[in-house]
């Protein structure tokens, strides 16, 4: 078993900056890809930041040039910094890791419980 645990969620204004991280821990073979969700009330939860094991970064454009995500891989920890936040970025954010965990030959993918961001003036 594989847990994610984020931290680091809170209020901001807009125009303000925040970073979370995200602590994965538990049986670990290798840690693949890695990303960041979000979701609204009343909306789906979609992809704003992803990272190969290899470090290769994609992002929607409603957050490039804005998010950046990054990975501690000797720690198992990945973060997302956001600046210039916008009153539309505020949701909670979710933590996503695909694990080789010894339970299959393919990667798991887990979840973290979420950490809320809320942007408000």
């Known amino acids: 078993q594989v847990h994610l645990?984020?931290?680091g969620g809170g209020l901001v204004?807009?125009?303000g900056s925040?970073?979370?991280s995200c602590a994965a821990s538990g049986r670990i073979?290798?840690?693949n890809a890695m990303g960041w969700y979000r979701q609204a009330p009343g909306k789906q939860r979609e992809l704003v930041a992803h990272i190969t094991s290899g470090g290769v970064t994609t992002y929607p454009?409603?957050?490039k040039g804005r998010f950046t995500?990054?990975?501690d891989t000797a720690n198992n920890t990945v973060f997302l910094q956001m600046n210039s936040l916008k009153f539309e970025d505020s949701a909670v954010y979710y933590c996503?890791?695909?694990v080789m965990d010894g339970t299959s030959w393919r990667p798991s993918n887990y979840w973290g419980?979420?950490?809320q961001v809320t942007v408000s003036s």
């Open 5 to 7: 645990v984020e931290s």
């Open 13 to 15: 204004q807009p125009g």
């Open 18 to 20: 925040l970073r979370v």
């Open 29 to 31: 073979l290798r840690l």
């Open 61 to 63: 454009d409603s957050v």
């Open 69 to 71: 995500i990054s990975r």
């Open 96 to 98: 996503n890791a695909a």
């Open 113 to 115: 419980q979420g950490t």
